[in-house]
């Protein structure tokens, strides 16, 4: 696990790189204003998980911030973008207990729309890693969500990493996780999200015959670039976002990410350089062991 200093650096560097890329995108939009051409309109979908209620304040005032700067749309129903126009989406992950009590009176202040993404089999049950588990929604809880803003979509049955698993096991998971929550909430299921963001081309297609019309990735690209996409990509955020981080992620500056992971991939998996990577990983490991003992 990196120690504090490690991820304040690393979101430092993020953000400074996603700073250059908004002021480059800018600077575009303004030349082709000057050029007298429209500037196409771009969406970016929000990817929350929990909300604990220690962190409201902080989630009502980034609706605020979202409300002030783009427009908000509904991600699970048809969409065509407007030239010029910023537009975002909200989407959460795991339907924790706390959406009901925290997020929901906010995005209903706001009128303000957003996906729910459903583990079918966790309903009522604690879900999440040994000492951080939290409660997800029981099956009345998710009922009585008002269906005119909250939409739902599957998150499959069990939260497994479904790379991992055999074709056979996925697509039980896809397609069973769907027929129960069509089943026990009486509306449609049509929107579907990666766990852990873990997907292939084979799964997508799994997708596509299990029913789903559009599914999520945590691949924090721009959304909705074609009106049809059945891919769509989201940016993860937290109410622990900086100001100018969750405005940066908000405008798409964050979407150079996965194009510097796979080049990372590349240079690790390159056979001449991983040696250098191991040993590299070797002396970052060592130093941990060395820190970890003397702090005792």
Same mark, same amino acid.
């Given at each position: +696990? ?13 953000? *400074?790189?996603? &700073? ?6 800018? #600077? ?12 196409? %309109? ?7 998980? *929990? #909300? ?23 991600? =699970? ?6 030239? %010029? ?51 997800? +929604? ?5 009922? =009585?969500?008002?269906? %005119? &803003? ?11 990493? #479904? ?7 996925? /697509? +039980? ?13 009486? /509306?449609?299921? &049509?929107?579907? =999200? ?5 997907? *292939? ?6 997708? /596509? ?9 945590? &691949? ?7 009106? =049809? ?50 040993? +590299?990983?070797? %002396? ?8 970890? #003992?003397? *702090?005792?």
């Amino acid at each position: +696990m990196k120690n504090p200093s490690t991820l304040t650096c690393t979101r430092l560097l993020k953000c *400074s790189i996603s &700073l250059g890329v908004f002021a480059a995108t800018n #600077l575009q939009t303004l030349l082709a204003r000057l050029l007298g051409r429209d500037s196409r %309109g771009t969406c970016v979908v929000l990817d929350y998980h *929990s #909300l604990p209620p220690d962190q409201r304040t902080r989630f009502a005032e980034q609706l605020d911030t979202l409300l002030q700067l783009a427009e908000p749309i509904d991600v =699970s129903t048809d969409i065509q973008l407007r030239s %010029g126009v910023r537009y975002a989406g909200v989407t959460f992950d795991d339907a924790f207990e706390n959406f009901v009590h925290q997020a929901l009176p906010e995005l209903e202040k706001r009128n303000m729309p957003a996906t729910l993404f459903v583990i079918s089999d966790a309903l009522d049950k604690a879900f999440g890693p040994a000492g951080c588990a939290e409660r997800v +929604m029981s099956l009345e809880q998710l009922r =009585s969500l008002p269906t %005119g &803003l909250i939409s739902i979509g599957s998150h499959t049955a069990t939260h497994p990493m #479904l790379p991992l698993l055999s074709e056979s096991e996925a /697509r +039980m998971e896809l397609v069973q996780s769907r027929k129960s929550l069509e089943e026990r909430l009486r /509306r449609p299921v &049509l929107t579907f =999200s990666f766990p852990f963001g873990g997907f *292939s081309q084979r799964l997508i297609e799994l997708c /596509r015959e299990a029913g789903y019309k559009r599914v999520f990735t945590t &691949l924090p690209v721009l959304a909705f670039t074609d009106p =049809s996409e059945f891919v769509v990509g989201r940016v993860r955020v937290d109410p622990t976002d900086w100001p100018l981080e969750f405005r940066l992620k908000l405008a798409g500056a964050y979407r150079w990410l996965p194009a510097a992971f796979a080049f990372k991939r590349k240079i690790v998996s390159c056979p001449i350089l991983r040696p250098f990577f191991g040993r +590299m990983g070797q %002396g970052a490991r060592s130093l941990s062991r060395i820190r970890e #003992l003397s *702090s005792r």
